[in-house]
């Protein structure tokens, strides 16, 4: 499985963007997708989790009723709406895909199997 995420850019505190990450190959369905990211000289936190039927969805607190994830399998698509930003949602979001996830594991980097490039997301005053 190849990720391609994109819909980054510059905003302004309040302000959404939407994130998109195209997976290649035929068996999307079968990975339940996150999205992480990694802001300037930290580490790489947990965003986003949802299963591959997008029945179940799973979000780090600090952005729990600001972003949504979900997901178009006819699309090979997952996405990541982000309302309301704030400056400490800068960072590099990845998105990553994983086969053998379950509920206690979602939040778990190490637990993916793919990952994509990274796209940046600033949030500005």
């Known amino acids: 499985v190849q990720l391609q995420a994109s819909g980054g850019g510059l905003v302004q505190t309040g302000g959404s963007l939407r994130l998109s990450c195209v997976a290649s190959?035929?068996?999307?369905?079968?990975?339940?997708m996150g999205w992480f990211r990694q802001p300037p000289g930290k580490e790489r936190d947990f965003v986003a989790a949802i299963r591959w039927s997008g029945g179940s969805t799973y979000y780090a607190d600090s952005v729990k009723g600001r972003f949504t994830i979900s997901r178009t399998n006819a699309r090979n698509t997952v996405y990541l709406q982000m309302n309301s930003l704030k400056l400490e949602d800068t960072a590099v979001y990845y998105c990553?895909?994983?086969?053998?996830?379950?509920?206690?594991?979602?939040?778990?980097?190490?637990?993916?199997?793919?990952w994509g490039q990274g796209t940046q997301v600033t949030v500005s005053s």
């Open positions: 190959g035929r068996t999307f369905s079968s990975y339940a």
């Open positions: 990553a895909a994983g086969l053998r996830l379950i509920a206690s594991n979602m939040g778990n980097q190490y637990a993916y199997d793919y």
